[in-house]
């Protein structure tokens, strides 16, 4: 059943809608690649890491290395699942708040792996960097679900007045 209602969808997208769709399945295929492959990675440098005794997550080098890798597979998570939602034609195009939460993740990412002897520059930098990411994710969050914002008014007000 569902083949009948992809073919009939497929008949009524226009060439570049067909194009996307095609794009979409291949970069779906591609990153689903890199998925396996890095937690296979991961999977085999815990493994190693745990029988030579090594795996300390005291250890700042452990775990920078171990939780890098999986933000890695995170990020490659939520970039795959943003396709997927191209794919089952949920939104026509990657939507922006999904781009903002990955490069969020990202920076989150760096800095778990970040190295203790970087520059303050460099960490104020990316700090800032976050800051504006998370801003412009919550502002677009507000825009996009005022049932939320008003809850979340309502709270904010409700502890005004309890303090």
């Given at each position: 059943?569902?083949?009948?209602?992809y073919?009939l969808?497929?008949?009524?997208?226009?060439?570049y809608?067909?194009?996307?769709?095609i794009i979409?399945?291949?970069?779906s295929?591609?990153?689903?690649v890199?998925?396996?492959?890095s937690?296979?990675?991961?999977?085999?440098a815990?493994i190693?890491l745990?029988?030579?005794?090594?795996?300390?997550p005291?250890d700042?080098?452990?775990?920078?290395?171990?939780f890098?890798m999986?933000?890695?597979l995170?990020?490659?998570?939520?970039?795959k699942h943003?396709i997927?939602?191209?794919?089952?034609?949920?939104?026509?195009?990657?939507?922006?708040?999904?781009?903002?939460?990955?490069?969020?993740?990202?920076i989150?990412?760096?800095?778990i792996?970040?190295?203790?002897?970087t520059?303050?520059?460099?960490i104020?930098?990316?700090?800032?960097?976050?800051?504006?990411?998370?801003?412009?994710y919550?502002?677009?969050?507000?825009?996009?679900?005022?049932?939320?914002?008003a809850?979340?008014?309502?709270a904010?007000?409700?502890?005004e007045?309890?303090?």
């Amino acid at each position: 059943m569902k083949l009948d209602e992809y073919r009939l969808q497929w008949r009524v997208l226009t060439f570049y809608e067909r194009f996307e769709q095609i794009i979409a399945h291949i970069l779906s295929v591609v990153i689903s690649v890199i998925i396996v492959v890095s937690l296979w990675q991961l999977i085999r440098a815990v493994i190693a890491l745990t029988l030579s005794g090594a795996l300390d997550p005291l250890d700042h080098a452990i775990f920078q290395a171990v939780f890098g890798m999986v933000m890695t597979l995170l990020i490659a998570m939520e970039f795959k699942h943003s396709i997927t939602r191209v794919m089952l034609r949920r939104d026509h195009i990657v939507q922006v708040k999904t781009v903002l939460l990955v490069a969020m993740l990202a920076i989150a990412r760096k800095f778990i792996i970040l190295d203790p002897a970087t520059d303050p520059g460099r960490i104020a930098a990316l700090a800032a960097a976050l800051i504006a990411l998370g801003s412009v994710y919550w502002l677009m969050r507000q825009r996009d679900d005022p049932v939320d914002a008003a809850i979340a008014e309502r709270a904010a007000r409700d502890r005004e007045k309890r303090d």
